[in-house]
């Protein structure tokens, strides 16, 4: 996460926070100054039991919403920095867009600043992929993980 010419008031560790498909995960704290390097990997799965048509698919997707935020561990329970949502379905699967890289792995997002936050709004560079497989339950239906 890039804040150019931003210096944090407070000096207590960060952590990056992620919910994506109902399932909340963090990372590990970093120093309080830019950039803020997450060189982490964050793993969600989730299994779609009901699910046959690639289309129910996206719109379960459509309707679930990731939502990233940028937490300082300033007590008692922490203050939310900036934040990021978005459906689940264009967070996975972005449009193309014409990027430099690795088939555009690489993204590039603004989040949204809190009120508390002074400076420009952070920049986060990250990447995504993702796995859908069909299984086959024991009863023969079959279903989309």
Request: proline share 6%; with cysteine.
């Amino acid at each position: 996460i890039t804040c150019p010419g931003v210096l944090l008031k407070d000096k207590e560790e960060l952590y990056l926070s992620v919910t994506v498909l109902g399932q909340y995960k963090k990372t590990q704290c970093v120093p309080a100054a830019f950039p803020l390097l997450f060189q982490e990997r964050l793993v969600f799965e989730k299994a779609f039991a009901d699910v046959v048509d690639p289309g129910d698919l996206v719109e379960l997707l459509e309707l679930d919403t990731a939502v990233l935020e940028l937490i300082q561990l300033v007590p008692p329970v922490g203050k939310i920095l900036a934040t990021y949502e978005e459906n689940t379905r264009d967070f996975l699967f972005p449009d193309p867009k014409l990027t430099s890289g690795q088939h555009g792995l690489d993204r590039e997002i603004l989040m949204k600043r809190s009120s508390s936050f002074t400076g420009i709004a952070p920049k986060l560079r990250f990447s995504t992929s993702s796995l859908i497989t069909e299984s086959v339950l024991s009863s023969g239906r079959s279903h989309i993980q």
